[in-house]
């Protein structure tokens, strides 16, 4: 299928139109029936009706590879394309093609025609930009009332190419935020992804990347809580040991009796060496 543009639709009609041009000619058979139907003889014979018919042909294929030639028939094209375009860049600077519009829809999109026109009406405008679709009138009555009047199957034509480019832009946008919220979530998540050259190994790969600070099997943090729970029977054991407190009795007196103990352990340490 041809791109909808200017160029492509006209070399197409050309084409099909050359196509049509250039067949051969050849009698109906009214024509040859009524040509036997002559009397005495006064009609054209088969073989001279074929010979006038081969020549005209060969003149006319001739014509077609001279004046039909695929060059010419896009230079044509070409010349229409540049006509419509300089028609509508007239159009857009205001300088004619509205008639009595002028007043009509002149602020959409980013300004009146006078002032650079909305933005859909630029030459080369890309409808696949979300910026061009936002100016897009929903009808084209919005724009020119008399255009719309004047051409109703175009205007209704218009209307649902309106509505489907809002809708595909709109899906568009979601798509792009569902995107990068999958990018971040990515980026947040790359510590824990793993490429080992085993599937064995993934596990292990997996573990080496995450911070040593959080809680996995066999990890920093379990090993320092396994330290732990040994120093806290340590503890434990230690205190079960410490004198109990009378109720008269001082803190420094306690403190004192337990520098005293602890002095009395590195004495015995040091007396075994």
């Known amino acids: 299928m041809a791109p909808p543009t200017i160029l492509a639709h006209k070399s197409s009609f050309l084409t099909a139109q050359t ?10 058979s009214t024509w040859r029936a009524s040509n036997q139907r002559i009397p005495d003889g006064g009609g054209l014979s088969d073989r001279v009706v074929d010979e006038a018919l081969y ?43 509205r008639g ?12 009146g025609i006078g002032g650079g026109g909305p933005k859909f009406l630029m030459v080369g405008a890309d409808f696949a930009s979300d910026e061009v679709i936002a ?10 009332p008399s255009q719309s009047d004047a051409h109703p199957a175009e ?7 309106a509505t489907s480019l809002s809708l595909l832009s709109s899906r568009r946008k979601e798509t792009r935020a569902r995107l ?10 790359a510590p824990f992804s793993s490429s080992p050259s085993h599937p064995a190994d993934a596990a292990e790969s997996a573990v080496e990347k995450v911070q040593p600070n959080l809680v996995t099997r066999d990890g ?17 054991a230690r205190v079960a040991q410490l004198p109990d407190l009378e109720p008269g009795e001082e803190d420094d007196a306690v403190m004192e009796d337990l520098e005293v103990m602890e002095r009395r352990k590195v004495e015995r340490l040091l007396d075994g060496f």
């Open 155 to 161: 205007a209704i034509r218009y209307a649902d190419l």
């Open 220 to 236: 920093e943090m379990e090993k320092e809580l396994e330290r732990m729970r040994v120093l806290l029977v340590r503890v434990a």
């Open 135 to 144: 100016t897009l009138p929903s009808t084209w009555d919005q724009y020119s």
């Open 19 to 28: 196509l049509h041009l250039s067949q051969s000619l050849a009698p109906s």
């Open 180 to 189: 990068d919220r999958l990018r971040r979530m990515r980026n947040l998540l």
């Open 55 to 97: 020549r005209a042909n060969h003149r006319l294929q001739q014509h077609v590879r001279r004046v039909y030639a695929p060059q010419a028939s896009r230079h044509v094209a070409e010349q229409i394309e540049t006509l419509y375009l300089e028609a509508a860049e007239r159009a857009v600077r205001g300088e004619g093609g």
């Open 100 to 111: 009595d519009d002028d007043d009509d829809g002149a602020d959409i999109g980013t300004g």
